[in-house]
Nanobody, 116 residues
């Protein structure tokens, strides 16, 4: 059974940094592409924040490029999302996502709130 558990979300102020983590059981991150998404308040859509390829290389959309850094720890089977210079618009629930055999798996999400 695949289980993803995100952690690290909390209330921070504009300009601060935060590091989110996602731990997996029942699946190996290094064998699959992993993504970080967020759902902003008032939106029903999940917005892509980062993609970690099987090679470990991470890519980002323009909205977070230069501020967010995604990484993977193969020994611990975890992925992280380092978020710097946070803005109010970064507020939302952050999820990690992985697919295996075309089946997507999601964690429960972790809330990040950025206040002025």
């Amino acid at each position: 059974q695949v289980q993803l558990v995100e952690s690290g979300g909390r209330l921070v102020q504009v300009g601060e940094s935060l590091r989110l983590s996602c731990a997996a059981s029942g699946i190996t991150f290094s064998l699959n592409r992993v993504r970080w998404y967020r759902k902003r308040s008032g939106s029903d859509e999940r917005e892509l924040c980062a993609t970690i390829a099987r090679s470990g290389k991470a890519t980002y959309p323009d909205s977070v490029k230069g501020r967010f850094t995604a990484s993977r720890n193969d020994a611990e089977n975890t992925v992280s999302l380092q978020m710097d210079r946070l803005q109010v618009d970064d507020t939302g629930v952050y999820y990690c996502n992985i697919e295996r055999n075309y089946v997507p798996y999601w964690g429960q999400g972790t809330q990040v709130t950025v206040s002025r």
